[in-house]
Structures are given as C-alpha cells and as structure tokens.
C-alpha cells in the first residue's frame, strides 16, 4: 500500500480497518470465481470438483464431498450438474454396486484446460500457503468472530462460490 491510504487507514478505527481487509479477501474470492465463470463456463465449486475427479479417476460422492470439506448432499447437486452438462460421468463399478464411480468426460477434460488457476480457489490456495502458526492465530480470531456473530456454523459446508 502507499504511504498516503496507509496513513489514512491508520486513523481509522481498527473495527473499520478489518473491514476492509476482509472486503478485500472477499473481493478477491468473487473476482476469481467470476474469472472461471467467464474462462470456464462452469462456477467456481464444479471447477473444483472436476479437478479432484481428474486427479483421483473413479472418486466416489462421499469421498468427493470429504475432499471438497462439503456436505454430502452439496456434492450430489455438484456432480447432478456435471453430469447434466456431460462433463462427468457416473458408473456403478466393483463388487458394491451401490457405490457411483466418477470420471471426467472429454468436455469435462477442456473445461479444466480452459480455466484459470487454483482450481480449489484463490482463498483455499492462499490458506494452505500460510504456516501453521499463522492458521492457527487466525482460526482462534475467526472462532471469536462467527461467536460473536451468533453465526449458524452449518455454513461451513457451504461452498464460497455458491454465497
């Protein structure tokens, strides 16, 4: 930042400083998902699961769902949608044929191809690059804010691009 809107933040009360550090996070997470939409043609949560699909060939919702730290029920509306637009595919494979095995279909193959990096997400990304002790100051901070939020922490399995 410059040295000007630094000294202006400073005088800002600290309540209103994070504010807009945590406008700026946002931003950038919804630049980044309207960047897919654009490039991809898919949101920001499909992209990702056809990432983790091409990575790991045969995946199955459950375990898609605990890679994406999503409900079971979000990643069967994700795949649902995958499949209606012909970018994956869902077989009955193996000894337990309760079990769908998913794999990505040449359209599914070009989507991912077309799309802008991180497939997970900006967020998700810059996340994993910070260190240990950094996350664990800033999940000790954000546990106090969504308390004093009173928020509803069933959103946690709610994906961001889908906010």
Aim: aromatic share 4%; proline share 5%.
């Amino acid at each position: 930042m410059t040295d000007f809107i630094q000294n202006q933040d400073d005088a800002l009360a600290p309540s209103t400083r994070v504010l807009r550090q945590f406008r700026i996070v946002f931003n950038a997470v919804k630049t980044h998902f309207r960047q897919v939409e654009r490039e991809a043609g898919v949101g920001g949560a499909q992209l990702w699961a056809l990432a983790v699909i091409e990575r790991q060939p045969g995946i199955g919702v459950t375990d898609l769902a605990r890679e994406l730290d999503i409900h079971q029920s979000t990643a069967s509306n994700l795949i649902k949608a995958l499949v209606e637009r012909g970018l994956v595919v869902g077989a009955r494979e193996g000894l337990d044929r309760r079990s769908v095995a998913l794999r990505l279909l040449p359209a599914g193959e070009a989507v991912l191809k077309s799309a802008p990096m991180p497939f997970a997400g900006v967020l998700p990304d810059a996340l994993s690059a910070l260190d240990p002790e950094t996350l664990a100051r800033l999940e000790q901070d954000l546990d106090k804010l969504i308390a004093a939020l009173a928020a509803d922490e069933a959103g946690a399995g709610v994906p961001l691009a889908q906010l």
